[in-house]
């Protein structure tokens, strides 16, 4: 991996991981997500007129096609991933969520996008693989009762899509005419806050609870609509230039983060396993640095 691609992902990460932390303290997750979904779209909108403006890509109905299936993509990972946050700890669903999408990327990244990846750098996955499996084993060794089950599986559902959006925003920005990231960004945005107010919508009970949490949370939500849409706007950016395998596989190193901010702000447990687990990640992940593009 670039080492420029490695810092835009790097920084990534720690936004990654702070705004998600914002998520499991807070209330009410259902009134947040769709609030910061919101609020994302039109931090989201701001930038796009700076962008339009100075920074002019290349538009066309190809692009918004596939940010819209992006934006899908986007609704199907953050409805799950909130709801698995109300079910077990940030330092369970962060590493599986995170830990399943490099697997399916390195699968299919080659065969529909070329992104093949050489031997070195499969076997540098592995190992950060290895250490997801480690984190993931330990969180779930702390909690294995019928509560944690359905977190885990949100969390691994949450993962797929991950991998989706990352495997669609790499196609859109190696178009020929690709667009600008930002442009690009609000477009997906939009689309994101229109999927999942259609969730919200449907359901009577989501309806009422949707202010819910500005009343009592108005710091956290501005913070997180900012910070989503600056942690993602990075990788979207370091997608028009590195392997969407390694640029997912690399962000894995927001599990590290996450292990660390769970023990120390959350208060969660924090084993020797998931240490190890911990350690292995950044290791696969300082291979891949080392290996270049």
């Not at 979904?37 to 002019?56: L, N």
């Not at 023990?263 to 292995?280: C, P, T, Y």
Request: charged share 10%; with cysteine.
């Amino acid at each position: 991996m670039p080492l420029t691609v490695f810092v835009l992902v790097l920084f990534s990460a720690g936004l990654h991981v702070l705004w998600n932390a914002f998520v499991k303290a807070c209330r009410d997750k259902v009134s947040f997500v769709w609030l910061v979904c919101v609020g994302g779209t039109a931090v989201a909108s701001v930038v796009f007129v700076v962008g339009r403006v100075f920074w002019p890509g290349a538009l066309s109905w190809e692009v918004v096609g596939w940010a819209a299936l992006s934006g899908l993509c986007e609704a199907g990972y953050i409805i799950p991933l909130f709801m698995a946050y109300d079910r077990t700890d940030l330092s369970v669903v962060y590493p599986l969520s995170r830990g399943v999408a490099p697997l399916l990327t390195l699968a299919l990244g080659g065969v529909l996008l070329g992104d093949v990846v050489g031997l070195e750098h499969g076997l540098a996955v592995l190992v950060v693989v290895a250490g997801v499996a480690a984190v993931s084993w330990s969180a779930w060794l702390s909690a294995p009762h019928r509560h944690t089950l359905m977190g885990v599986a949100l969390a691994v559902w949450a993962g797929g899509l991950i991998a989706g959006y990352h495997l669609i925003d790499r196609h859109a920005m190696t178009l020929e005419a690709a667009p600008s990231p930002v442009e690009y960004m609000f477009f997906m945005h939009a689309f994101l806050v229109f999927f999942v107010s259609l969730w919200l919508v449907v359901g009577r009970a989501r309806r009422k609870r949707a202010l819910s949490e500005w009343r009592v949370n108005k710091r956290g939500v501005c913070l997180v609509s900012v910070i989503s849409v600056a942690s993602y706007l990075l990788i979207v950016i370091a997608l028009q230039y590195g392997n969407v395998t390694l640029i997912t596989v690399g962000r894995n190193v927001g599990i590290v983060l996450s292990t660390f901010a769970g023990g120390l702000f959350l208060k969660e447990a924090v084993s020797w396993r998931r240490v190890v687990g911990a350690v292995l990640i950044t290791l696969g992940v300082a291979a891949l640095v080392v290996l270049g593009g």
